[in-house]
């Protein structure tokens, strides 16, 4: 029973010795090869929306242990967006009843400008998260960073237990992960989470590189992304 504990524990520290380096080099990789699109999408955010920051003020997402983080993703919407949603019972009300999503048709908080929604539709906005990974808050695979509200409201909403949220919060959130190459947005809040927590369970660098591989093509098919 201890040479299996041992073993058990040797491997779970070669697995986030292995995670870690692919995330470091990963992230490194993908800022330096992606910074001319980083640069053109913050000159065009602030030529858009000068009045606003380059990044998206946003509330912080929950990662690891249930730690809170400030989560980097380029600005599609007018300063304060949250707020100004928030101040609206109507348009609150119908962001929570979606998932916490709204149509980004229907969404008058968005920037005028055919690049923002092709930005968000490619997931271009989530390429500062990069900088989450190398600062150890996120990593390149992992479960979809949750806000705090939406854990606290869409568990009593559809019945999660506390149970499967403690074993999501084992992981830290991912730039991409099991629920963003299974239909993102698409998804329901009670699956996501089993989807999450499952990932969570698994603990596999093969099936960590399944998922990085399988992501390009769901990017490029924009399927879930709003």
Same mark, same amino acid.
Do not use: H
């Given at each position: ?21 692919? /995330? $470091?080099?990963?992230? #490194? ?6 910074? @001319? ?6 000159? =065009? ?49 119908? =962001? ?5 999503? #709204?149509?980004?048709?229907? /969404? ?44 606290? /409201? ?18 830290? @959130? ?18 996501? $989470?089993?989807?999450?927590?499952? =990932? ?27």
């Amino acid at each position: 029973m201890r040479r299996y504990v041992l073993l058990l524990t040797k491997n779970f520290m070669f697995y986030f010795l292995l995670k870690r380096l692919i /995330d $470091v080099v990963g992230a #490194i990789c993908a800022l330096v090869l992606s910074s @001319p699109v980083l640069l053109f999408t913050a000159l =065009y955010i602030k030529c858009k929306s000068p009045e606003g920051p380059v990044f998206a003020d946003i509330p912080k997402r929950v990662g690891k242990g249930g730690k809170e983080f400030r989560f980097f993703k380029f600005r599609s919407m007018i300063p304060n967006a949250q707020k100004w949603l928030e101040d609206r019972p109507e348009w609150y009300e119908k =962001y929570k009843a979606n998932n916490y999503k #709204i149509d980004a048709n229907e /969404d008058t908080r968005m920037i005028r400008g055919g690049y923002i929604k092709f930005m968000r539709r490619a997931s271009i906005d989530e390429l500062p998260q990069f900088i989450n990974v190398l600062r150890g808050e996120m990593s390149i695979v992992g479960p979809r960073a949750y806000y705090p509200f939406e854990i606290r /409201d869409q568990a009593a909403k559809y019945n999660v237990s506390q149970e499967v949220i403690e074993k999501i919060l084992l992981s830290k @959130p991912g730039i991409t992960g099991p629920w963003q190459v299974s239909g993102r947005s698409l998804i329901s809040f009670d699956k996501r $989470v089993q989807i999450d927590a499952d =990932y969570a369970s698994k603990k596999s660098i093969v099936y960590d590189l399944m998922i990085i591989f399988k992501t390009p093509y769901v990017v490029l098919s924009m399927k879930g992304a709003y």
